[in-house]
């Protein structure tokens, strides 16, 4: 017999009953009958229930040992009383009996308990992660994890894909987030930069002639922390496909996250292909490029601003005037509403840093509100009107220029929902966002700029950059979209170096530093580039979703706190003199911030 196992702890049967076996792992909880000591024996696999009598050999040893220790028991599998089954066991109609107990490593006082399901801090979690994730929900969440990545390979190199693996060390990049930088001890005075994407990599492999990539990807931004995205690295998977269009990408991709999604939940996907929503219906509908369509139609967001020009309302009317538009939020059956929730959506408003919400309730006995007072009837029924609504409905109301309305607008459609208990949870809605803008006017710096990808084509090629508006000029850009997460973006590649440099003209920027920053790029689009796209789903996102966790920490093995540190292991951490001397930099610290007398 094996040292240490004849089975796992999650393999025994019935019919395995007389069977003498062996058994390694951890002591997950000890439970004292008297005259009989069970212990649930805990590895990789599952449990099993363990139990010696007292006196019988290895009683002492099991007494002794505390949770966590790990042992090795060899005994006799005897099936169980029927009163004793546990059904909710896949091992719950049998238990070992414990001949000889070995321990193979004792434990002294947990910083943290493994059974049960309490909450602990978050550093109490990360500093003692191998900890954490013995826990029954957690090492679920991980090996799913696992189990959807391979699927997702398993899928795209059904699909044609193939996978191939792009440098870690690479030139820092002039766009986007801030880089990692790694110094060079070769090249004094220089440095690498952790790649934010292997964008330009992928990229050059359709340049190199091959015709459908994937990757994996690590990704590494010096970012700020979100619940969704961790302040360090992240994981995606990186596609890359030569001689498509837009709907090429959309038709790769969409049975793989189908495909993934019913593989790994029960809930309802959606079915292919998936609505395609430009980008300004999807600002003026759901205020948002990441629109949750599990809300109900009737929630869609309304543009009522010519009822409210040169009206009665004063305070809209005058923002109008000066250029602002006004959305209107429906709210199906809110009319029942205390007035408390009135009150709660203007106060939730106002910590938006908005000056409130105004609302129209129509109730049985007619249209009411601080609104309704000063709007004259035929505006108000033209509102409800353009908006369907009906008696026993209300409707709020965000009045701003328009990214600030559709961003107020956006919000509380998500929260009036949300309060209403009118989303339809438990299914994944995707959906795809396209025809984003080119360009877009920065206020502040009074002058056109990429509102996106800067090396997207341009939908018209040249000929719009010519002789368009350059912000009325759409880019072959698109998001993939599912229950308000935004899962990748992506684009058709810009592929002409004439068309690029063109681009970033309107953008005001010089031929000369072009060239320079993206010499690598153009260089390589100078000697025959197909059309070529592609679109990086991330990962951690997918298994954030499919495992109904709102927290990044929660399906990543080894995650960074908020501030971007590794309590585990300890990082960042100060270099020794002798590395910085190798590496030819020294560290120059902050100045301490003086105290206020």
Same mark, same amino acid.
């Given at each position: 017999m094996h040292a240490y196992r004849s089975h796992t702890c999650g393999e025994l049967r019935r019919e395995h009953e007389n069977e003498t076996v062996r058994l390694s792992g951890w002591v997950h909880r000890k439970r004292d009958h008297g005259n009989l000591l069970f212990v649930d024996l805990r590895d990789h696999y599952g449990l099993t229930q363990c139990v010696?009598?007292?006196?019988?050999?290895?009683?002492?040893?099991?007494?002794?040992?505390?949770?966590?220790?790990?042992?090795?028991?060899?005994?006799?599998?005897?099936? @169980?009383?029927?009163?004793?089954?546990?059904?909710?066991?896949?091992?719950?109609?049998?238990?070992?009996?414990?001949?000889?107990?070995?321990?193979?490593?004792?434990?002294?006082?947990?910083?943290?308990?493994?059974?049960?399901?309490?909450?602990?801090?978050?550093?109490? @979690?990360?500093?003692?992660?191998?900890?954490?994730?013995?826990?029954?929900?957690?090492?679920?969440?991980?090996?799913?994890?696992?189990?959807?990545?391979?699927?997702?390979?398993?899928?795209?190199?059904?699909?044609?894909?193939?996978?191939?693996?792009?440098?870690?060390?690479?030139?820092?990049?002039?766009?986007?987030?801030?880089?990692?930088?790694?110094?060079?001890?070769?090249?004094?005075?220089?440095?690498?930069?952790?790649?934010?994407?292997?964008?330009?990599?992928?990229?050059?492999?359709?340049?190199?002639?091959?015709?459908?990539?994937?990757?994996?990807?690590?990704?590494?931004?010096?970012?700020?922390?979100?619940?969704?995205?961790?302040?360090?690295?992240?994981?995606?998977?990186?596609?890359?496909m030569s001689f498509v269009e837009q709907e090429d990408v959309f038709q790769a991709i969409e049975p793989v996250l189908t495909g993934t999604f019913e593989a790994f939940s029960d809930w309802p996907v959606t079915t292919k292909p998936f609505p395609r929503i430009p980008f300004a219906d999807a600002m003026l509908k759901y205020g948002t490029d990441k629109p949750d369509l599990r809300l109900p139609e009737a929630m869609d967001i309304c543009d009522v601003t010519e009822s409210f020009r040169d009206s009665g309302f004063g305070l809209f009317a005058k923002s109008v005037a000066n250029g602002a538009v006004v959305r209107a939020i429906p709210a199906p059956g809110a009319a029942s509403q205390p007035r408390r929730f009135y009150d709660q959506m203007n106060d939730w408003a106002r910590a938006e840093g908005a000056g409130g919400l105004g609302y129209i309730i129509f109730g049985e006995d007619g249209p009411r509100g601080p609104i309704a007072k000063n709007l004259d009837d035929d505006r108000v029924a033209q509102i409800k009107s353009d908006c369907g609504l009906s008696d026993g409905d209300a409707v709020f109301f965000a009045c701003n220029k328009a990214a600030g309305a559709a961003n107020l607008a956006g919000k509380a459609r998500v929260r009036v929902g949300d309060q209403l208990e009118l989303l339809e949870r438990e299914q994944f809605k995707f959906c795809w966002i396209v025809d984003f803008p080119m360009y877009e006017w920065d206020e502040d710096e009074k002058k056109v700029e990429f509102s996106h990808n800067p090396f997207s084509m341009p939908q018209g090629g040249m000929e719009a950059l010519e002789t368009m508006d350059p912000l009325q000029i759409k880019a072959y850009q698109y998001d993939v979209v599912c229950n308000g997460v935004e899962l990748s973006s992506g684009a058709i590649r810009n592929h002409r170096p004439d068309i690029m440099l063109k681009a970033f003209e309107i953008a005001g920027y010089e031929a000369e530093?072009?060239?320079?920053?993206?010499?690598?790029?153009?260089?390589?689009?100078?000697?025959?580039?197909?059309?070529?796209?592609?679109?990086?789903?991330?990962?951690?996102?997918?298994?954030?979703?499919?495992?109904?966790?709102?927290?990044?920490?929660?399906?990543?093995?080894?995650?960074?706190?908020?501030?971007?540190?590794?309590?585990?292991?300890?990082?960042?951490?100060?270099?020794?003199?002798?590395?910085?001397?190798?590496?030819?930099?020294?560290?120059v610290l902050p100045e301490p911030e003086k105290k206020q007398v």
């Open positions: 010696v009598e007292t006196g019988e050999a290895g009683f002492a040893e099991l007494d002794g040992a505390r949770s966590e220790s790990v042992i090795t028991v060899t005994g006799r599998v005897v099936a @169980r009383d029927a009163e004793a089954i546990n059904p909710d066991l896949p091992t719950g109609e049998i238990e070992v009996r414990i001949e000889r107990i070995d321990v193979q490593n004792a434990t002294g006082d947990l910083p943290m308990p493994v059974f049960g399901d309490q909450e602990y801090p978050e550093d109490i @979690r990360l500093t003692y992660r191998f900890l954490d994730l013995r826990r029954q929900r957690m090492h679920r969440n991980i090996t799913m994890r696992a189990k959807i990545i391979a699927d997702i390979r398993r899928r795209m190199t059904e699909g044609g894909f193939m996978e191939f693996q792009t440098p870690i060390l690479t030139a820092s990049s002039p766009e986007g987030a801030r880089d990692f930088l790694v110094p060079s001890r070769m090249h004094p005075g220089k440095f690498y930069a952790l790649p934010q994407a292997p964008q330009q990599f992928k990229q050059l492999l359709m340049i190199s002639g091959f015709d459908r990539y994937f990757q994996i990807a690590p990704c590494f931004r010096d970012e700020d922390a979100r619940a969704d995205r961790s302040p360090g690295e992240f994981y995606q998977l990186d596609i890359e530093q072009v060239e320079k920053d993206f010499s690598g790029m153009l260089n390589a689009l100078r000697y025959g580039a197909p059309p070529h796209g592609g679109i990086a789903p991330g990962v951690d996102r997918i298994v954030m979703l499919i495992l109904d966790e709102p927290n990044l920490r929660e399906i990543v093995a080894f995650p960074m706190n908020q501030q971007a540190e590794d309590l585990l292991m300890g990082a960042p951490a100060e270099a020794t003199p002798r590395q910085l001397r190798e590496l030819h930099i020294r560290t």
